[in-house]
């Protein structure tokens, strides 16, 4: 069975609007100033808050 009328756009883009993205929310590093995830570690210099900080590994090229 076909639908009587034809469905509006705003109609269908209201129904659609929960399918949106959502933005991540960045924060900065206090002692580097790099972008990083709230409640992590930055990837730059491992600090987390000022009683705990990270001691990252540095990679070698061969």
Known sequence: ????KKTS?????????HKKLTPINYSVCKKCGNSKLPHAACDK???VNSKI??????EEAS
């Open 1 to 4: 069975m076909l639908p009587a």
């Open 9 to 17: 756009k705003s109609r269908t883009r209201t129904r659609r609007s």
């Open 45 to 47: 210099c491992g600090f």
């Open 53 to 58: 900080t990270l001691k990252l590994g540095k």
